[in-house]
């Protein structure tokens, strides 16, 4: 069993930056997949960006490649979403999420989920 605790969300101005963090309990942290998602109202929940377990890379979806940067802290059960040149259509709740599966870009692949933090871009 896996818990995870978002944090860092917030109001900002496009072109603004913001860092998310998960905590998760659990001593195997290296040995899961993590994943950022977020939704927007009305929309479904998408991926963003996912860290493999053990080393095993990383994966973005295009309209964040280039701002937006995953990692990982196995030493702290920590990931981290580093968000720079932000959009108003970057306006979402985003979701951590994690999964014994190595390779993991849909909703349905994760197992364990945080409880979202509210991200708001002002134009």
């Known amino acids: 069993q896996v818990q995870l605790v978002e944090s860092g969300g917030g109001l900002v101005q496009a072109g603004g930056s913001l860092r998310l963090s998960c905590a998760a309990s659990?001593?195997?942290?290296?040995?899961?997949?993590l994943g950022w998602f977020r939704q927007a109202p009305g929309k479904e929940r998408d991926i963003i960006a996912s860290?493999?377990?053990?080393?095993?890379?990383?994966y973005y979806t295009d309209s964040v490649k280039g701002r937006f940067t995953i990692s990982r802290d196995n030493a702290k059960n920590t990931v981290y979403l580093q968000m720079n040149n932000l959009k108003p259509e970057d306006t979402a709740v985003y979701y951590c999420?994690?999964?014994?599966?190595?390779?993991?870009?849909?909703?349905?692949?994760?197992?364990?989920w945080g409880q979202g933090t509210q991200v708001t871009v002002s134009s």
């Open positions: 659990g001593r195997t942290f290296s040995s899961y997949t």
């Open positions: 999420a994690a999964t014994t599966r190595f390779i993991a870009t849909m909703r349905d692949s994760y197992d364990y």
């Open positions: 860290t493999r377990r053990n080393a095993g890379g990383t």
